[in-house]
């Protein structure tokens, strides 16, 4: 047999061994099953047309079981066990920035990680790495480098950098270090008496930087209330919400539970230690990208009612995973259980098969949700996600603004003006001139970005319809009334851009801010502008808890 097969049966074997509430029929089934498979690859192998890579074969077919089962299931190979460190810690050794390939074939420092050892170094958004290690950056793609760029903490790496304001190449020797993300992005004052922390993941010892965060809130003796911020945390590890939820409720409270087919697969974790405060107001934002473990500290504080809820309907993910070892140096990250609120409901989506364009949990009928009830008697449902107390609907950005930040263009634009400007004012305070906006509208409309509006496209779509159909061959001027309905819904580049002038500016200047003041500076920027969050603190005392 293959290395892979062996690999297979092993799953499949590991999996009749531990489950010994299999019978003895679901026992020869398996055995069955791989016995056919043996016999099928053997064929395909010998007899097949074409040459076949069995284990490229095989690979392909133990990810396609896994898929069957839930998204969460996945098989980690040998080539990838590198980076389970980075999976259940959240933190890695290397140097600390986000790095993207230019057309010129060298690798550009987007944005270094505020503390890392990129930082220490002196590299800055906008430097070129032209050779690592001595290798030319011309021949390697963005995750080659990123491999190379990766090392043991303590170990040293040699790059050659073209720096951003001088044009200068310098060679620099930076020592990797342990690179962990602070879990918390900002924290600060929203107004006189309300604080506010930014939540974006929970990473190993990462209740740690929200316990930092609180303290020196606390310390300043103006918090009345606190804004937890979670919306866009994708989750992480679940120790790290039990400690942050200590924080805030009586020691020994029970506040998320699971259950699974093995036994040692169900839990409850309950708070630890001394709170630090369990009466103030809480406020916790929420949106459709709040999962796993945000969507425990949401769901436990709601169902406990010490916490208003807002935002939108949370992601829906309440699968619970453990990391089984396997074979050859394989792991297999593995669904093992649900987790449940303190009332009892399950935050997975029922049907996690059938989800929104952002994966988030669809529509779920209210026939298949089930009522539960907080600590007060207040009515909560399950079926996907936590539904907040208070819904409010985001800020919308249109199709061709979305196509210019996954395009990158704004990201550009603001390493473009770093290199221009030494400093700028806080983020709070950072305003592009009219004079900035020109020039980013003339690089802008020279980069490739899809400027079509929705109504245009639908439009299209319409036209298409009505020419097939024949529907506009007998009407006279049907196609001069076409086109001069197509002038006024088309907008060029530069008309867009002049058209929605202050959400544009607004997404720069919060992209300028991260250049010269980490993801901090960008969030604070951001907070000038957040629409939702503000509307949020005005309603929050219509929630009596």
């Known amino acids: ?36 498979q043996s016999a099928m690859l053997r064929a395909i192998n010998d007899q097949y047309v074409d040459t076949v890579r069995l284990d490229d074969l095989l690979e392909t077919g133990i990810n396609a079981m896994l898929a069957s089962l839930d998204p969460y ?61 001595g290798k030319s950056t011309d021949s390697l793609s963005v995750s080659q480098s990123s491999e190379m760029m990766r090392g043991r903490p303590g170990t040293v790496l040699n790059m050659d950098i073209v720096k951003v304001r001088t044009g200068d190449t310098v060679s620099i020797d930076l020592v990797r270090e342990r690179i962990h993300i602070n879990d918390v ?19 190993l010892d ?22 937890m911020d ?53 406020l916790v934002m929420v949106n459709s990208s709040s999962a796993s473990s945000s969507e425990i500290i949401a769901g436990a504080l709601q169902d406990l009612d010490r916490a208003v809820i807002a935002g939108n309907r949370t992601y829906g993910k309440g699968l619970v995973q453990s990391i089984r070892p396997l074979a050859y140096n394989t792991s297999l990250k593995l669904t093992t259980a649900k987790y449940y609120t303190p009332s009892g409901r399950c935050v997975q989506a029922i049907d996690y098969t059938h989800r929104n364009a952002d994966g988030s949990a669809g529509a779920v009928p209210d026939s298949l949700k089930k009522t539960f009830h907080t600590s007060k008697g207040r009515p909560v449902y399950d079926g996907g996600g936590i539904t907040p107390d208070i819904d409010i609907e985001a800020q919308y950005y249109s199709r061709p603004i979305i196509s210019l930040i996954y395009s990158g263009i704004l990201s550009d634009f603001a390493i473009e003006y770093y290199s221009g400007h030494e400093s700028v004012p806080s983020p709070s305070e950072l305003t592009l001139t009219d004079e900035d906006y020109e020039d ?43 086109e001069a309905l197509k002038d006024r819904l088309s907008l060029s580049k530069e008309e867009f851009l002049r058209a929605n002038r202050d959400i544009i500016r607004h997404l720069l200047e919060d992209e300028i801010a991260i250049k010269y003041y980490f993801q901090r500076g960008g969030t604070e920027s951001a907070l000038r502008w957040d629409t939702q969050l503000q509307e949020a603190v005005e309603k929050w005392d219509t929630v009596k808890l």
Not at 13 to 33: I, L, M, P
Not at 211 to 220: C, I, P, V
Not at 265 to 275: D, V
Request: charged share 25%; hydrophobic share 35%.
């Open 1 to 36: 047999m293959s290395r892979k097969l062996l690999l297979f049966a092993a799953m499949l074997s590991a999996a009749v061994c531990t489950d010994r509430s299999w019978g003895q029929s679901d026992r020869f089934d398996t055995g069955k099953y791989l016995e056919i």
């Open 206 to 227: 990462g209740h740690k930087d929200v316990g930092n965060a609180l303290d020196t809130l606390r310390k300043n003796g103006r918090m009345k209330r606190l804004v």
């Open 230 to 282: 979670l919306r866009y945390n994708g989750g992480g590890l679940l120790k790290e919400a039990v400690d942050i939820l200590s924080f805030f409720l009586p020691e020994g409270t029970e506040v998320v539970s699971a259950k699974g087919k093995h036994r040692n697969s169900s839990f409850s974790h309950r708070t630890a230690g001394a709170p630090v405060d369990t009466v103030m107001p809480m």
């Open 440 to 482: 980013f509208i003339k690089f802008a409309s020279g980069k490739e970005f899809d400027s079509r509006t929705e109504s245009e496209i639908e439009m299209e779509n319409v036209l298409k319809a009505f020419r097939r159909e024949g529907l506009g061959d007998d009407i006279e001027g049907a196609d001069e009334a076409i």
């Open 73 to 133: 299931t996945v098989f980690i190979p040998e080539e990838d066990e590198e980076n389970l460190d980075m999976l259940t810690t959240g933190s890695y050794g290397g140097v600390g920035a986000i790095i993207q390939k230019l057309p010129t074939g060298e690798i550009l420092i987007s944005e270094p990680y505020e503390g890392s050892a990129a930082v220490k170094c002196g590299l800055q958004p906008g430097d070129r790495i032209i050779a690592i290690d």
């Open 185 to 203: 992005v900002y924290y600060g004052m929203l107004d006189d008496s309300t604080g506010y922390i930014r939540i974006g993941g929970f990473t």
